[in-house]
Nanobody, 117 residues
Framework: QVQLEESGGGVVQPGGSLRLSCTAS????????LAWYRRAPGKDREFVGD????????YNASTTKGQFYIQRDSTKATILYHMDKLEPEDTAVYYC??????????WGQGTQVTVSE
């Protein structure tokens, strides 16, 4: 089992920045990447991007608003998502997920990001 915990969401004005953090614990060695998804009100869940343990990250050009940073030690792993120039359309619940054999198996509870005046 892998446990995921997100933090860093909140309310920000248009044009502002936020940093999301996700910490993975448990059998992290069974995973091969951490990723971010988001679900905006009334919309389907969207892939934002992921990072593999070698540091190679993939970004969805239509949803990503910044950069990821990933690090891992023997007991846990963390992926950070620095978001910049946020717009109201970026309002969503952001979820962290861990990939095992090409499938996103483990999910966090999500953190709310609201972009509003």
């Amino acid at each position: 089992q892998v446990q995921l915990e997100e933090s860093g969401g909140g309310v920000v004005q248009p044009g502002g920045s936020l940093r999301l953090s996700c910490t993975a614990s448990g059998r992290v060695s069974d995973t091969d990447a951490l990723a971010w998804y988001r679900r905006a009100p009334g919309k389907d869940r969207e892939f934002v991007g992921d990072c593999e343990w070698d540091g190679i990250c993939t970004y969805n050009a239509s949803t990503t608003k910044g950069q990821f940073y990933i690090q891992r030690d023997s007991t846990k792993a963390t992926i950070l998502y620095h978001m910049d120039k946020l717009e109201p359309e970026d309002t969503a619940v952001y979820y962290c997920t861990a990939r095992v054999d090409s499938r996103y198996v483990y999910w966090g509870q999500g953190t709310q990001v609201t972009v509003s005046e």
